[in-house]
């Protein structure tokens, strides 16, 4: 029994691979456009850090001694 319904250009041949590579390359975009915005805004806000030396390895606190230095 031989398979009559091949077609080059349907669903599972090139225009499936051209559908696939679209929607991989579109969601690439807008994922480096959207990091991009972001490495934006936070590159205007540099940070310092209230009292340095207090700052110990592995210690979740340490987030609450990182002040933005233009507010």
Do not use: C, W
């Not at 806000?45 to 209230?50: L, S």
């Not at 390895?57 to 609450?64: K, R, S, T």
């Amino acid at each position: 029994m031989e398979n009559t319904s091949r077609h080059i250009f349907h669903i599972h041949g090139i225009t499936g691979m051209l559908i696939a590579t679209v929607l991989l390359l579109s969601i690439l975009g807008v994922l480096t456009f959207l990091g991009v915005i972001v490495q934006g805004s936070v590159a205007d806000k540099p940070y310092k850090f209230v009292e340095p030396q207090s700052i110990q390895v592995n210690n979740p606190d340490n987030a609450n001694k990182r002040v933005v230095v233009g507010e």
